[in-house]
């Protein structure tokens, strides 16, 4: 089965929507937190994947749009004992390798062993596709993509209301269940950097949840925002760039260059302005742009329906 990303773009590739607000971006957005800009198809030769560090502990990946559509982000966060690769990408790469070299640059460095563990933003294909290339990898656990699996791997008592915890070593990140996007989607709180890494729940471009799932998805972003309150959040960080600099202008699957993305970080802010979205919507969701994102429900059968008032009837 298609996901609603896919199945969105598909049906909307080259339609655009009017911005409902002024957006006031300058050309050459640059980012705070990064040396280089994400590689977005320009350049013919980029390399299938590409790494960038926040700090020494952490890094974020981005598999190429020259091997997928999605070029979806991936991140990966080193404590004293484990490292924890959140998502595996979309596919048709070898990311084993890539990891490999990475953890065992580490050992060497620290001189023992670090385990790895593999989760999920969420079960969705282009975040999963890797997850084969570490089954055997020894001293390496791959999380379980459904909602019970990961509420008993983190600990967490009650899904989705509850909030998990995991120790990387010196380093704990916070396991928020998100579901609404996908019945098993978290948000993963790192308390060393503060940094939420949002997948697919919030990142800039189209925030895809079926029109009766709009409740779900409300009270998800309702706990992250209840979370986020008290967290002093530094960045939310999410698994896509569908965003152009350009105000109103979204990206689609058939577009094999981007010039102008906008950047993967977004301020904490960024967590209000979906939830008043949201709340907007509770009554009769509709798809809405704003300046960071684009809140996209869509119908359980699309076929023949346009937006933004499909879930109407
Ligand atoms: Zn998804």
């Not at 409300?218 to 965003?243: P, Y």
């Not at 058939?254 to 949201?278: C, F, H, M, W, Y």
Request: proline residues 6%; contains cysteine.
């Amino acid at each position: 089965m298609k996901t609603l990303r896919q199945l969105s773009l598909i049906i909307f590739a080259g339609a655009s929507l009017n911005a409902c607000a002024n957006a006031s971006y300058e050309d050459g957005e640059t980012s705070t937190i990064f040396a280089e800009r994400w590689n977005a198809g320009i350049n013919n030769n980029e390399p299938p994947l590409q790494m960038q560090s926040y700090d020494a502990n952490t890094f974020v990946i981005r598999q190429s749009l020259k091997t997928n559509f999605e070029a979806p982000f991936m991140y990966l966060l080193f404590g004293t004992e484990k490292a924890l690769l959140i998502d595996t990408g979309a596919g048709g790469i070898d990311l084993r390798a890539f990891i490999d070299a990475q953890i065992t640059a580490r050992e060497k460095e620290n001189g023992k062993p670090i385990a790895l563990t593999v989760m999920h933003s969420h079960a969705h294909g282009d975040h999963v596709a890797a997850d084969d290339q570490f089954q055997d990898r020894p001293n390496t656990k791959v999380v379980g993509k459904e909602p019970e699996a990961i509420a008993a791997f983190f600990g967490v008592g009650s899904w989705p209301k509850d909030i998990g915890q995991y120790d990387l070593g010196n380093r704990t990140v916070d396991i928020i269940p998100t579901p609404g996007h996908q019945d098993s989607h978290v948000m993963v709180f790192d308390r060393d950097t503060r940094l939420l890494f949002s997948g697919d729940v919030i990142y800039p471009g189209r925030l895809y949840f079926r029109c009766n799932n709009v409740q779900e998805y409300k009270a998800s972003i309702d706990r992250v925002a209840d979370f986020a309150a008290t967290r002093n959040i530094s960045w939310v960080m999410g698994a896509h760039i569908e965003l152009s600099q350009t105000p109103g202008k979204s990206y689609n699957s058939g577009d094999s260059k981007r010039s102008n993305e906008r950047l993967i970080e977004l301020p904490s802010s960024v967590i209000t302005q979906v939830q008043a979205g949201t709340n907007k919507m509770l009554s009769l969701p509709r798809v809405e742009v704003y300046d960071n994102f684009t809140l996209f429900p869509i119908p359980e059968n699309p076929q023949g329906k346009t937006p933004p008032d499909w879930c109407a009837n």
